[in-house]
């Protein structure tokens, strides 16, 4: 094989090998990117608590649990409730209009002398729609929750890791920069 295909084919597979990598990590981007944000904010609590602790993995874990209890916790029983307040403003917008659409059946049926048969035609089939819906949003319910607790277990997994291993990181990440050393130092601290 001449030295330019063996070239090509080697820069051919490792694109292919980077877009199947990029596919893979796709879906779990958010909560890699909210793991380093995570770890950036909690880096100068990482560097009091390794002060004390002496123990990179335990202060690591530390500021960790830190960062969960005061900033994760909190955002999520925020954004729990401001849930539940929407849903109970849509109940109550849906029940007024379920409360007022009854009256007007109401009002209706007790003139049709054919109650039954209107019920069998009608209601009964909207149940069976009903029903069906109300499944379909529940397994949709369950699978956001197995993400939602996939997405913090990978947030909390990238946290720990870049408060621990943070230093090296960025330092790999200098020396692949093709820049000089001090606009490199300037841009991590502005990004920082």
């Keep these: 094989m001449p030295q330019t295909t063996a070239h090509h084919f080697l820069i051919i597979f490792i694109l292919i090998f980077l877009a199947l990598a990029v596919f893979l990590v796709w879906g779990f981007l958010t909560p890699v990117v909210l793991g380093i944000i995570l770890a950036a904010l909690g880096g100068g609590w990482y560097v009091k608590i390794i002060g004390i602790l002496r123990a990179p993995n335990l202060a690591a874990l530390s500021t960790l649990f830190l960062l ?9 029983v925020l954004i729990t ?3 539940r307040e929407a849903v109970m403003l849509a109940l109550h917008i849906e029940r007024t ?3 007022r659409a009854i009256d007007i059946t109401t009002a209706r049926l007790s ?7 209107f019920v069998d035609s009608q ?7 009903a029903g069906t819906a109300l499944s379909e949003k529940l397994a949709g319910f369950f699978g956001s929750a197995v993400n939602a607790v ?5 947030m909390a997994v990238t946290a720990f890791y870049f408060l621990r291993d943070g ?3 960025g330092d790999a990440l200098i020396a692949l920069s093709p820049l000089k050393t001090s606009d490199e130092l300037n841009l991590f601290h502005t990004f920082k």
Excluded: N, S
């Design 81 to 83: 409730l401001l849930a």
């Design 123 to 129: 209601i009964f089939p909207l149940l069976k729609t």
């Design 150 to 154: 996939l997405g913090f277990f990978i």
């Design 167 to 169: 230093k090296r990181f």
């Design 68 to 76: 969960i209890a005061i900033i994760v916790v909190p955002a999520t």
């Design 97 to 99: 209009d379920v409360l």
């Design 111 to 117: 003139i049709t002398p054919e109650i039954g048969k």
